[in-house]
């Protein structure tokens, strides 16, 4: 069975064929965005990565909304030439929480949810809610292009991988004040999601 980190570099040479061949290791972030590698479209689909995740009102109300945006995502981590100290609101990236976006196409400050996203099992062994934020900006992100923060490193990004270069759907959550929340002001998905299980098993 591959390790992380060798299941990682197989899906971006698989990816990124071409310059894995010249350069002998994956090409960075701010390479692929510049060069648009990666870019095949897929079918937005609703499937979350965890069944057994308990959805509040709101949640189930997202899930079956039309959506206001759709947008072909990018992830990016700090580290190794991604992101850097703050973002455009002069925020902390929040891991899995922190979205770039271009403001003329969803404003700064909107509180999104992405279907999609909903019971991704991050390496915490939390589940995603599905709630992002947008609160970055980037030069390579133009119209109907997000970027989604994962963390530190590149192997922060292997649980949202799957995303990688797919158009997915994006609902108008409402807006935020401040900066992003982070995941400690957050209910456990974890401790839902089992409870959702005993109660399913009843």
Known sequence: ???TAA????VWAMTFPAHAADQGEPVTYEAAVAS?????????TDEGSDSGMALTAEQQAHLEA???WTARVNLYHAGGG???GNDSLGCRPIAMRTMAVDPRYIPRRTRLFIPETVGMRMPDGTLHDGYWYASDTGGAIKGQKIDLYTGHGRGS???AMRFNQRRLTLIDAGRFDGCPPSWDSQPSQTLM???ATSVGSR
Do not use: I, R, V, Y
Request: glycine share 14%.
């Open 1 to 3: 069975m591959l390790g």
């Open 7 to 10: 299941a990682f570099a197989l």
């Open 36 to 44: 648009g590698l990666g870019e095949e479209s897929t079918e937005s």
């Open 66 to 68: 039309e959506a206001d």
């Open 82 to 84: 991604g992101a850097t």
């Open 157 to 159: 990004m292997q649980p």
């Open 193 to 195: 999601a089992s409870a």
